[in-house]
């Protein structure tokens, strides 16, 4: 989950940036969930996408179809808890996290 949202940061958001740009994974750990974020401070989204309304397009564009499928494959596995959250301001940072939930039941083997 984590190796395509850090692709597209370097792709979409600090490859495009002039000058230097920083990209960092943070994990944190509470009893009840892990959240993960990727944070860069590229050129970010003017808009941000509704992914959940994004349709595939074979025009060539940018369609975001690959965070739809990320979210999508987070709420199937952990519930809509985990889906994507976005936070941007264009030009400064990008935020991208979910989280994932700790289970304690699982049988010791």
Partial sequence: CIQPLVENAIVHGLEPKKGNGK???NIIE???YMEISINDNGIGFETIPDIRQIA???DGSHT???LKNL???LE????EESRLHILSTPNVCTSISFRIPIHTDIPEL
């Fill in 23 to 25: 990209l960092s994974i």
């Fill in 30 to 32: 509470t009893k009840r």
């Fill in 56 to 58: 595939s397009k074979n």
């Fill in 64 to 66: 975001h179809v690959g």
């Fill in 71 to 73: 979210d999508k494959r």
């Fill in 76 to 79: 199937l596995l952990y519930g």
